[in-house]
């Protein structure tokens, strides 16, 4: 069935270090990957995400990685801050259409 | 533009009692989504709602869960004969889902607590 896999379940980076996560999916037919960034107390919102036709996309000091034959991707944060603390979601849309969410990863940026 | 809204922003209601939650979405978009998000944890997916097609209720707990949406606009969730078990942050979202676009729009949330 569906499954997005995601690691770790929290990650403690001291400032200015780089942060990754990591999603594996189940299902070769998923062809967008998004990753949702959701602050305490607010909602999630998408701060980047691929489609299937492109291994690499990057904005910034935030990237996104995907490799489709071992069916994982990837959020790579550089030059950590502490207003990248915050639960991080990757997702991925089956082919019902429905975004399955990985069970989120908790970022604490040390000062 | 108007983001997605939710109301109530808050609930509190007494074990046993039925609730309505409501989403406004972003006008024009086709596509609403409902998510229970417990303490702490992820987003569990209920509801999915595209255009007149029939809702995808694959998520929904429970048969004390049902969702409509109505003209293709707002929806509400109801619970009945609710549970301290169904405490927790429901969120809804929308998508247009038109010119290949997938990025969901979160609303801010109704927290409900059963007492």
């Known amino acids: 069935g569906e499954n997005v896999e995601q690691h770790p379940s929290t990650l403690s980076v001291q400032e200015g270090d780089s942060a990754v996560i990591k999603c594996t999916y189940s299902d070769s037919a998923s062809n967008y990957f998004p990753w949702y960034k959701q602050e305490l107390g607010k909602r999630p919102q998408l701060i980047i995400d691929i489609r299937s036709n492109v291994g690499e996309k990057k904005d910034q000091r935030i990237a996104v990685t995907l490799n489709k034959t071992a069916k994982h991707f990837s959020l790579h944060i550089t030059e950590t801050q502490p207003e990248d603390s915050a639960v991080y979601f990757c997702?991925?849309?089956?082919?019902?259409?429905?975004?399955?969410f990985g069970t989120g990863t908790r970022l604490t940026i040390i000062p | 533009g108007a983001g997605v809204s939710q109301s109530p922003s808050n609930k509190v209601t007494e074990k046993g009692k039925d609730v309505e939650l409501r989403c406004d979405p972003i006008?024009?978009?086709?596509?609403l989504y409902w998510y229970r998000q417990s303490l702490g944890q992820g987003l569990e997916f209920l509801i999915y709602?595209?255009?007149?097609?029939?809702?995808?209720k694959s998520g929904l707990p429970s048969d004390r869960f049902s969702a409509e949406r109505t003209g293709g606009s707002v929806s509400t969730l109801t619970i009945q004969r609710t549970q301290q078990e169904d405490s927790a942050v429901y969120l809804c979202a929308s998508s247009s889902r038109t010119g290949g676009s997938y990025e969901q729009y979160f609303g801010p949330g109704t927290r409900l607590t059963v007492t």
């Open positions: 709602f595209q255009g007149n097609s029939a809702p995808d």
């Open positions: 006008s024009g978009h086709t596509a």
């Open positions: 997702a991925t849309y089956f082919g019902n259409e429905k975004l399955t």
